[in-house]
Nanobody, 118 residues
Framework: QVQLVESGGGLVQPGGSLRLSCAAS????????MSWYRQAPGKERELVAT???????VYADSVKGRFTISRDNAKNTVYLQINSLKPEDTAVYYC????????????WGQGTQVTVSS
């Protein structure tokens, strides 16, 4: 079992930046997929960014060039650097982890709120 705890959300003005963190309760080395999703009010949860072990990160078209996902296995943490924030980025951001072997097991964090407003 793994607990994922997100942090770093908050209220920011358009054009601003945030760095979200997702801290795992144990090693993430075995997590071959780690992702960030977001869910805006009244909308479905959507995939924002994914990082797969040994592969390049993949981003939703709406965030390409503005968001960067990274993982630090030594700190059991995944990050999402968010730049040039827009009001439409307002959402609850969730961390996701998938362990394929042994497994598969899927884990979700509780979410962190990002609000972009002037």
């Amino acid at each position: 079992q793994v607990q994922l705890v997100e942090s770093g959300g908050g209220l920011v003005q358009p054009g601003g930046s945030l760095r979200l963190s997702c801290a795992a309760s144990r090693s993430i080395v075995s997590m071959n997929i780690m992702s960030w999703y977001r869910q805006a009010p009244g909308k479905e949860r959507e995939l924002v960014a994914t990082i797969v072990s040994g592969r390049s990160a993949v981003y939703a078209d709406s965030v390409k060039g503005r968001f960067t996902i990274s993982r630090d296995n030594a700190k059991n943490t995944v990050y999402l650097q968010i730049n040039s924030l827009k009001p439409e980025d307002t959402a609850v951001y969730y961390c996701y982890a998938r362990q394929s072997s042994p497994g598969p097991y899927v884990y979700w964090g509780q979410g962190t709120q990002v609000t972009v407003s002037s």
